[in-house]
């Protein structure tokens, strides 16, 4: 492999002031999961392995428990003084735990999230064939206002004279439209010993690592610039309107690598899509739904418009009607759910069942072939097999202080608005009665009716009716 010795560091202390956040910029989710995520996971992709830095600084304990189980290394910035500082405590950490620093060193931008693995490996190995002491990638976006210009020797050359921050741009550089995207490869060894020569007297008052150009420059060294394929890859998240940007471009995406899978997703920018969800050929998702998390969805599945799956898994062949809102569940092969059904975390769906209109479930388990259709509550329940639970049943699984469970065995027919008092266990094969309040435990083949007995007054209303006129 060519491009050895290579470290990353990926600068996540700032606060990110321009969101007018409470919550640190690297933590804001697009394509449901934090930036700093999407950062880590395409710094994972360098080969040969290379390790990984992170500097936290602003709200770092949360930052470090969102991100820790990616095994990245942390070095703190406690006081963010800028890019440039950023990176002066990478060479503290490396000179205070006499880890030897890696030969060269990638650096990536916190926010700047939807890099692609093949840029990187792109950029580091150019890199090393210029024998250059900083690489910068950049790219020419329409409206470059914000970011920071690389001004090249010539529009031809590879070499950069400095890098200008927005606020210092004079007039005549206004023109200039490369961009810095804040990703960058140096000569670890040059870098370090040009960091402690950064100074705060700019704009912001801050050490700009973007300064280093000029300063190496100015040493003699080789500084180039390389443009990346892409503008959406490199665009940075300042702003909530420009993270919604990327939002959308990364869903794009995810819609795009789905159909290239053989899914059919019809409008797909009205679909809300997270990133790792997996959705298999002839599936067929309707406008505005949400398939958010991990969720996993088989083969020659619909899912009808304002749907919301999160984290389930669903079978091959799984209908869900209009409007099914399903979280932390499990529907098996050929399930039929909705329209407008509420399956909240734990329900488990079994092969070709039924749950209906308005029906709510909530840890329980369904059945190969069980039916509740209609207007039901079922909680804390393990339903058979071929099991009929009539419209508007009821699990009263809750007492006011403790949650009971209802066993509903195989082939049971519970008819429409049944109350089922929990703890109870309905046998294989009964039948309840339509309006029954259930108490007691059924067995087996048996019918239980829980329902006062019908009285019927023969010529009630039109007695009514000849006293009222008489009156
Ligand atoms: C930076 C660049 C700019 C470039 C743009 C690309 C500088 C001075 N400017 O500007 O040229 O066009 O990125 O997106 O570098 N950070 C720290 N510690 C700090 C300050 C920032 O770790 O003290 C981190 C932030 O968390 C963020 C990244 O560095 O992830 C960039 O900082 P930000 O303030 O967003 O820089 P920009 O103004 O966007
Ligand atoms: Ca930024």
New binding site residues.
């Given amino acids: 492999m060519e491009n050895t010795g290579f470290g990353i560091a990926i ?4 606060k ?1 002031t321009r969101l007018k956040s409470r919550r640190p ?2 933590l804001h989710e697009i394509g449901g999961q934090a930036l700093l995520l999407h950062v880590i996971a395409a710094a994972k992709t360098v080969t040969p392995a290379a390790k990984i830095y992170c ?1 936290i ?1 602003h709200e770092a304990e949360s930052v470090r428990a969102a991100v820790e189980s990616t095994g990245v290394a942390f070095v703190l ?1 406690a006081e ?7 990176l002066q405590q990478l060479k503290a950490h490396f000179a205070a735990s006499h880890e030897t620093p890696p030969e060269n060193l990638l650096v990536l ?4 999230p939807l890099i692609k693995p093949a840029t990187l490996e792109a950029m580091c190995a150019f890199h090393l064939r210029e024998h250059a002491a900083m690489t910068i990638l950049t790219a020419e976006p329409t409206d470059p206002t ?3 210009r690389v001004l090249r020797v010539s529009e031809t050359s590879a070499e950069v004279t400095a ?1 200008v ?1 927005q606020k210092s741009l004079r007039p005549k550089q206004l023109i200039a439209r490369e ?4 990703i960058y490869c140096f000569r670890t060894a040059t870098l370090f010993a040009h960091l402690d020569s950064l100074s705060t007297n700019n704009a912001h008052g ?1 050490f ?3 300064d280093i150009a000029a300063m190496l420059v100015a040493e003699g060294e080789r500084v180039v610039a390389l443009k990346a394929d892409s503008v959406d890859e490199v665009l ?1 998240a ?1 702003t909530i309107a420009e993270m919604m940007y990327l939002d959308a471009a990364m869903r794009l995406a995810t819609a795009q690598r789905l159909m290239s899978e053989g899914v059919t997703i019809f409008r797909p920018e009205t679909c809300v899509i997270d990133a790792q969800v997996e959705v298999g050929p002839d599936t067929v998702i309707e406008p505005y739904v949400q398939l958010l998390r991990n969720t996993k969805v088989g083969c020659d599945c619909r899912i009808a418009s304002y749907s919301v799956v999160e984290n389930t898994t669903l079978g091959n062949n799984v209908l869900l009607r209009n409007g099914c809102i399903v979280s932390e569940s499990t529907i098996a092969d050929g399930a039929k759910l909705g329209p407008y059904a509420h399956l909240r975390p734990g329900s488990d769906i079994g092969e070709g069942a039924h749950i209906g209109n308005f029906v709510e479930t909530k840890k329980i388990r369904m059945g190969k072939g069980s039916k509740a259709n209609h207007l039901s509550y079922l909680g804390d329940a393990v339903i058979g097999s071929g099991v009929n639970i009539g419209a508007g049943t009821i699990t009263c699984n809750y007492d006011g202080t403790y949650k009971h469970p209802t066993t509903i065995d195989d082939g049971v027919f519970v008819g429409s608005n049944s109350t089922l008092v929990a703890p109870l266990t309905l046998g294989d094969g009964a039948y309840i009665a339509a309006g029954s309040c259930i108490t007691e435990d059924v067995p087996a083949e048996a019918l239980a009716l829980g329902r006062s007995r019908q009285t019927t007054k023969l010529g009630w209303a039109s007695a009514r009716k000849s006293a009222k006129s008489n009156g």
């Fill in positions: 600068m996540a202390a700032g990110g910029k690297v500097i600084g910035q963010q003084r800028g890019t440039g500082h950023a931008s916190g926010d700047v914000g970011y920071g890098i921050e961009i810095n995207s804040g801050e700009y690592l973007t940075g300042n």
